[in-house]
């Protein structure tokens, strides 16, 4: 049955985390669920965590409802080569360490349940405590055995590092051996997966259970990327500066990410193609259709292809990311 789109705001989806915090609810002014919260799932297209439409004549569908039931007004250029809504988004509040992991390549189908894929992902940095850290690559000489017995203390060893400053983007590729934490807050936009498998976990005890959580370190070595030196920081690359300021971060074959900060109105969205905005700092609203969806900070926003372009008007200062799925290779 065809229906009449618009833009489609989400609820957040939290997720407990044993490295999780709690600084979400006040960064996106949600009520959270007890105990620690380290992800926000704020678009996801998952059998058991599919995000729902919170207002207008859609409200209360799922994103795999409309997915299932008009693909093509939602995905327009590339519905055909996708089932699912293909990225998922996230913000993280790591708190304490995530734990050392890769995520598998496309093609290690032997390790991915079936109906997901591989997952290369990207963040972009929103809050940084001092002494905070990301891991993300290898140093060089680092070999199967320094993964498979990593500890604390040999961790800065083997794995490559840097102190993340608020603004920078960081692109991990699956296959990148990775990790952050210790009072770090990031958007992650990442492939539609969720298979990660853990080289090491600091250590910690799950409260939930009294226990260590398990390690995958056999697939974890199937996967890793050992030519993969220190990934480094990304300095997004400015392509117009009226009447937004438009910054590229990442342009890959998974997915597309620009930031855009302004007081004037700008465009957003693309014909024939889905773009997501999320809004980082400030609030404002999309102008479609001669009505206005606000967008506050922590906010998703969903254009669906067949609406095209819209207006996003910043109401004082305004910094949105804006997400694309790229053209086939």
């Known amino acids: 049955m065809t229906q009449t789109f618009y833009p489609l705001r989400f609820d957040p989806i939290f997720q407990y985390r044993l490295w999780g915090g709690r600084k979400l609810g006040a960064w996106m002014n949600k009520p959270l669920p007890d105990g620690p919260v380290g992800e926000a799932w704020i678009l996801s297209d998952r059998d058991d965590h599919a995000s729902k439409v919170i207002d ?18 939602i995905l327009g250029d590339h519905a055909d080569r996708f089932d699912r ?15 050392v992991q890769v995520h598998p390549q496309d093609d290690k189908k032997s390790l991915i349940p079936a109906g997901d894929t591989g997952k290369t992902e990207a963040w972009v940095v929103l809050e940084a405590d001092a002494g905070c850290r990301i891991y993300a690559g290898l140093k060089s000489q680092t070999a199967a055995d320094d993964l498979r017995s990593l500890t604390t203390k040999t961790a800065d060893d083997h794995l490559a590092s840097f102190q993340p400053k608020v603004g920078q983007g960081v692109l991990i590729e699956a296959g990148d051996v990775h990790s952050l934490g210790d009072g770090v807050v990031v958007f992650e936009v990442q492939e539609n997966s969720d298979v990660t498998f853990r080289l090491y976990d600091w250590d910690h005890i799950d409260k939930s259970t009294g226990k260590k959580r398990d390690l995958q370190v056999d697939d974890a070595l199937q996967c890793v990327n050992f030519d993969q030196g220190a ?46 905005l999320v809004c980082v700092d400030g609030k404002g609203g999309v102008q479609y259709d001669g009505a206005d969806y606000p967008l506050e900070r922590g906010g998703v926003t969903l254009l669906p292809a067949s609406i095209g372009v819209c207006t996003f008007r910043p109401d004082g200062v305004a910094t949105v990311l804006e997400i694309a799925v790229p053209e086939p290779s």
């Open 56 to 73: 207008g004549p859609l409200q209360g569908k799922t994103i795999s409802e409309l997915m299932k039931s008009d693909r093509a007004a």
């Open 231 to 276: 990934i480094t920081p990304v300095t997004p690359a400015v392509e117009t500066t009226a009447p937004a300021r438009r910054e590229e971060y990442f342009d890959n074959k998974y997915f597309k990410l620009w930031r855009l900060e302004g007081t004037a109105p700008f465009e957003v969205g693309a014909a024939g193609e889905p773009r997501i």
């Open 85 to 99: 809504f293909p990225l998922l988004l996230k913000f993280l509040d790591v708190k304490e360490m995530l734990s």
